[in-house]
C-alpha cells in the first residue's frame, strides 16, 4: 500500500510547532523593532555596564563570578569579561567560577593552538569558540573530553573548515552517537548524547559545535523553527572558513561543505516570515531570540536572522516538474532503506527510469529519497517499485500540478 501526501496538508504537530515558534519570535521582534524606533533616545551599554548589570543579577551566585574574574590569567580576562556580560540569567545564578575558569582556559589553548588563528578575528572567538553552549542544553563541561577525542582526528588539517568536515565524518561512529527519534529530548548536550548513542538533528548539531570549538573552530548552531513545506523544523551546523559555511550533524555530504539534503528546503526560506526564516545562535546579545520549538517560552538564547545566504541559492524553480519524496516503511512502520526504482507509464517527453535508496531510521526524519518527474494536467503516471528483505510493493503515483509530493510505501 502507500500514501501520497501533499506538502499543502501536512501534519498538526508541525503546525503547532510553526505556531509556538513564530509566536515567540514575534513577540522578540516587536521588543527590538520598539526599542529601535527612536535610536537617538537610546545610549550605548558599554562593556563594563554590561558586566555591571550581570553580576548585579547573580544572586547569590554573584561571588562565584567575582572569584572567576579575579583568579583568570590577564591575558583570559577580557574573554572571561564577555563570557559573563553575556550570560543568561539561569547561568548567573548556577555556574561555578571553576567551571568557567576550565572552559575559558581550554578555550584560549584551542585558539592559540590551531593552525588556522591567524585567519579567526577576536569577534569570531570571543562569540563562536569561547562560549560553552550553544542553545538551552546542560551545561555539562565537556569541552575537555571533546578536544582530547577530536584532535587526533584532525592532526593533518590545515583550515578550519577541512577539520570540521573530518570531525563531521569521523566523530559521531567514533562516540557511536547516531540520529534517532526515540532520544529522550531534543535539547541533549554532549554528555547526554554520547551516553544515550542517539539523538536528533538538535542534539547532534550541539556535539558537533562543541567539539569544533574545542579544536579552535568557529561554529554555531543553526535552524528554521518550520520549512515552508510545512514538512517540519530542522536544525545544522555552521563553520567558519573565511565565510560561514553550513553541514549537517552527523550527516556529512561526499561533496564537502555547503552540501545537505537540506539545501534544496533552506532555499525557500523566507526571512519576512518568522516561523520559515533561518536563525544561527549567538551567545552574544543581539536582541533577537532563537526559536526553540521544543521551548517556546525560552527567549533568551540570542540569535542572528541569516535566511538571505541561503535563500539567495535557490535554483529557478522548473515548473515543468514535481519532486516526488519516497519513504519505504516496514511492517512494524519503520523507514528502511530498500532499493526504490520509479519508470513512467505515460510516455512522453523526458520518459525514463530512476533509481535510489531509500532512508532508514538513522536519518533525519525529513530527508527523504527524492526523485524529479514531470508533471502535467492531466496528471502523468508513475509506477514506483521497492525492494526490501525479499519483499516487494508497486505502486502507481500520478503526477500533477503539486510541486512537491511525499509517496509512502508500506511492504508487505
Known sequence: MHTLIPYATMNRLSSFCALVGMVALCNCTARTASAQKNPTEATPVTKKQLLQQALAQAGENRNELQLALKRVPAAHREGMQFLIANMPVSDLNSLTSQFLLDNVTLAYEAYDSSPWKNSISLDLFMNDILPYSSLNEQRDGSRRMLREKSLPLIVDCKTPGEAALRLNQKLFPLLNAR??????KPDQSPTETIASGIATCSGL?????DACRAVGIPARVVGTPLWTNL?????????????WHFTGAAEPDSKGLDHGWFTDDASKARKDMPQH??????????????PLVWAPSIQWIP???????????SPAADSSKTRLNVKVLNKSGKRVAAKVSI???????????????????SADLNDMLSFEVFRACPPRSYIITATYGGKTVHQEVKAGLEAQEIVVLSLP
Open 231 to 243: 514538512r517540519g523544523n530542522h536544525t545544522w551546523v555552521e563553520v567558519w572558513d573565511g565565510e
Open 179 to 184: 540520529y534517532s527519534t526515540e532520544r529522550k
Open 343 to 361: 519508470r513512467e507509464v505515460t510516455k512522453g517527453s523526458g520518459a525514463g527510469t530512476f533509481d535510489g535508496t531509500s532512508r532508514n531510521e
Open 205 to 209: 548539531s550541539i556535539l558537533l559545535v
Open 277 to 290: 526564516s533561518i536563525y544561527a545562535s549567538s551567545f552574544k546579545k543581539t536582541g533577537l531570540a532563537f
Open 303 to 313: 540569535a542572528v536572522n541569516v535566511t538571505d545566504r541561503y535563500a539567495l541559492k
